[in-house]
T-cell receptor, first 116, second 115 residues
Framework: AQKITQTQPGMFVQEKEAVTLDCTYD???????LFWYKQPSSGEMIFLIY??????QNATEGRYSLNFQKARKSANLVISASQLGDSAMYFC?????????????FGSGTRLQVQP | DTEVTQTPKHLVMGMTNKKSLKCEQH?????MYWYKQKAKKPPELMFV???????INESVPSRFSPECPNSSLLNLHLHALQPEDSALYLC??????????????FGPGTRLTVL
């Protein structure tokens, strides 16, 4: 079974608008972390934001926020005020802390294109 | 210094060649990782080293041979590769393996083409 599911292969957004990238996950480990990475065409993986399974509040980092709904097992990334430089591939990833593999498992990714 | 470096950036090799990919970090991290990423796909874990010992091998073919000579360096030795091994190879490091939060810092990757 897929541990991380990203159902949007591609998304378009107008510059300066907000966009939500979906991510659902599956784990029985009570301790886990959810990460979002951005990968431009150059190939580097850029860490954006992290949410821990025990965190009470949704994570925020500048224009990035994570809409964490634990009961629904979803961890959607919200990018506010989109910029042209946000055009890239976005990966949701999970790390299981207690019983699972001690490395990131990635979703299939969402390609975001910001239009002027 | 929060950087992971990888050399070379690009590599073209024949199926009979032997080559090595190198990864280096100076953040004092004790866990290092190799991922393989095919075009338009997510990264797939290959190997994990913890305190210079191989911790995870994701059933990678023996033509890929990892080596961790010290806590700052991670190599991936390549021999008798196939054209389907052409991919972006990403190295990453983290403070350790324990716990759910261990941000992995990624290098820029090596784009490998096997002819």
């Amino acid at each position: 079974a897929q541990k991380i599911t990203q159902t949007q292969p591609g998304m378009f957004v107008q510059e300066k608008e907000a966009v939500t990238l979906d991510c659902t996950y599956d784990t029985s480990d009570p301790s886990y972390g959810l990460f979002w990475y951005k990968q431009p065409s150059s190939g580097e993986m850029i860490f954006l934001i992290y949410q821990g399974s025990y965190d009470q509040q949704n994570a925020t980092e500048g224009r990035y926020s994570l809409n964490f709904q634990k009961a629904r097992k979803s961890a959607n990334l919200v990018i506010s005020a989109s910029q042209l430089g946000d055009s890239a591939m976005y990966f949701c990833a999970m790390r299981e802390g207690a019983t699972g593999r001690r490395a990131l498992t990635f979703g299939s990714g969402t390609r975001l294109q910001v239009q002027p | 210094d929060t950087e992971v470096t990888q050399t070379p950036k690009h590599l073209v090799m024949g199926m009979t060649n032997k080559k090595s990919l190198k990864c280096e970090q100076h953040m004092g991290h004790r866990a290092m990782y190799w991922y393989k990423q095919k075009a338009k796909k997510p990264p797939e874990l290959m190997f994990v080293y913890s305190y210079e010992k191989l911790s995870i091998n994701e059933s990678v073919p023996s033509r890929f041979s990892p080596e961790c000579p010290n806590s700052s360096l991670l190599n991936l030795h390549l021999h008798a590769l196939q054209p389907e091994d052409s991919a972006l190879y990403l190295c990453a490091s983290s403070q350790g393996l324990a716990g759910s939060y261990n941000e992995q810092f990624f290098g820029p990757g090596t784009r490998l083409t096997v002819l």
